[in-house]
């Protein structure tokens, strides 16, 4: 059963940090794209972060830059979201989503265009409050 599970996700005051996992089962993630989205209610689903599982070429968007890491352990199968420094504009559900077919670097608006092409997680939900 193709699969991608999120985990990690609570509460953390503003400043804290998080580590968000993605756990992915039944495929293969090569030639995949593993990428970080988040949503909040209202608005658009959002791209974080990405990873291309075969070269581990990473990509960050401009508003998690210097605060957001992202990794894999391919033993795993798992991709990991290191945030610090979180403000109350990161807080909402992350879904990672394996993306198929478009490079490293278009991967994140890939799948915010392509959301039915996209295996997704269910999400975690990241509150930032104190």
């Known amino acids: 059963q193709v699969q991608l599970m999120e985990s990690g996700g609570g509460l953390v005051q503003p400043g804290g940090s998080l580590r968000l996992s993605c756990a992915a089962s039944?495929?293969?993630?090569?030639?995949?794209?593993i990428a970080w989205f988040r949503q909040t209610p209202g608005k658009e689903r959002e791209g974080v972060s990405c990873?291309?599982?075969?070269?581990?070429?990473?990509h960050y968007a401009e508003s998690v830059t210097g605060r957001v890491t992202i990794s894999r352990d391919n033993s795993e199968k798992t991709v990991y979201l290191q945030m610090k420094s979180l403000k109350a504009e990161d807080a909402g559900v992350y879904y990672c989503?394996?993306?198929?077919?478009?490079?490293?670097?278009?991967?994140?608006?890939?799948?915010?265009?392509?959301?039915?092409?996209?295996?997704w997680g269910k999400g975690a939900p990241v509150t930032v409050s104190s």
């Open positions: 989503g394996a993306v198929h077919g478009a490079r490293s670097d278009q991967a994140m608006g890939y799948g915010i265009r392509n959301v039915d092409t996209v295996k």
């Open positions: 039944g495929f293969s993630l090569d030639y995949y794209v």
């Open positions: 990873i291309y599982n075969n070269n581990g070429q990473t």
